[in-house]
């Protein structure tokens, strides 16, 4: 099998970073945007999205800072994804980088309109542009 590719995506989020980093981090924040439901027991998360379940366990929290996950299909590979906040020491923006995964460009492809459109309801939720 061929290597994974790797993405990073980059979204300005106007919104402080400690109340972002509980979207990203949490179970109640990431049921707000991210999947219908969000459940956690311990490091290992529960998605559902339409009645269907996907597992997850966080494998890097850095508080404040950084949630990275590997779904438990993908526990084999060194595949995950991460949510990680940056702040610009200039201008102060608030950013939000995700860092996923594709098979091969169309599964990219796929991959990138999926966070897309996820982190527009994520800024819709938060009141950000």
């Known amino acids: 099998m061929d290597e994974p590719i ?3 995506l980059e979204f300005v989020i106007q919104v402080s970073p400690s109340l972002l980093y509980n979207y990203i981090a949490t179970p109640s924040g990431m ?3 991210f999947a219908d439901n969000v459940n ?3 490091e290992f998360f ?3 999205w339409d009645g269907q379940e996907e597992k997850a366990k966080i494998i890097k929290r850095v508080s404040g800072e950084r ?3 590997q779904w438990d299909y993908d526990e084999d590979t060194k595949k995950y ?3 990680r906040i940056q702040v610009d020491e200039i201008t102060k923006d608030v950013s939000l980088i995700i860092t996923d995964f594709g098979d091969d460009d ?3 492809e796929e991959q990138k309109m999926f966070w897309e459109n ?3 309801g994520l800024k819709k939720v938060l009141g950000s542009r």
Do not use: C, P, T
């Open 106 to 108: 169309d599964e990219v």
């Open 118 to 120: 996820q982190i527009a």
């Open 67 to 69: 949630a990275r996950f």
């Open 46 to 48: 529960k998605f559902i």
């Open 6 to 8: 790797k993405f990073d």
């Open 81 to 83: 994804f991460e949510l």
């Open 40 to 42: 956690s027991r311990g």
């Open 31 to 33: 049921s707000e945007w």
